[in-house]
C-alpha cells in the first residue's frame, strides 16, 4: 500500500509564511506527477500547484508569484512555500500523486488526509 502524508500547516497571520510537506511512503516503484489542491468552507477542491517528475510546475492564478512547489525524489516528497498569506488562503490543503507500487506496477492517484491552513486577517 502507499500512504500520503502532509504536515506544517496551522495558524498564521496575514502576510506570514508556511511551509507544507508531503511525504510519499508504502510500497513505491516511482512517483510521476505531485501536486498540492485545496478546498475551503463551503467551496469546491481547487488546484494549487503541481511539479511533474521533471520538475516542470503549474500554479493557480490566485497563488503564482506567492507559492512555489518542489520536490526530493530521493525523499519521495514534495513541498509548498506559501508566502505573502492571505485570508482567502485558508483551506484545508490536500497532498496527490499519481504513484506506481513495486507490484502490482499499476500507476494509481492518492490523495492524503489533508492539512488546515488558516490565516487570519
Known amino acids: 500500500q502507499v500512504q500520503l502524508a502532509e504536515s506544517g500547516g496551522g495558524l498564521v497571520q496575514a502576510g506570514g509564511s508556511l511551509r507544507l510537506s508531503c511525504a510519499a511512503s508504502g510500497r513505491i516503484f516511482s512517483i510521476n506527477a505531485m501536486g498540492w489542491y485545496r478546498q475551503a468552507p463551503g467551496k469546491q477542491r481547487e488546484l494549487v500547484a503541481t511539479i511533474t517528475s521533471g520538475d516542470s510546475t503549474n500554479y493557480a492564478d490566485s497563488v503564482k508569484g506567492r507559492f512555489t512547489i518542489s520536490r526530493d525524489n530521493a525523499k519521495n516528497t514534495a513541498y509548498l512555500q506559501m508566502n505573502s498569506l492571505k485570508s482567502e488562503d485558508t483551506a484545508v490543503y490536500y497532498c496527490?500523486?499519481?504513484?506506481?507500487?513495486?507490484?502490482?506496477?499499476?500507476?494509481?492517484?492518492?490523495w492524503g488526509q489533508g492539512t488546515q491552513v488558516t490565516v487570519s486577517s
Open positions: 496527490n500523486a499519481d504513484i506506481r507500487m513495486t507490484f502490482p506496477r499499476t500507476l494509481r492517484n492518492y
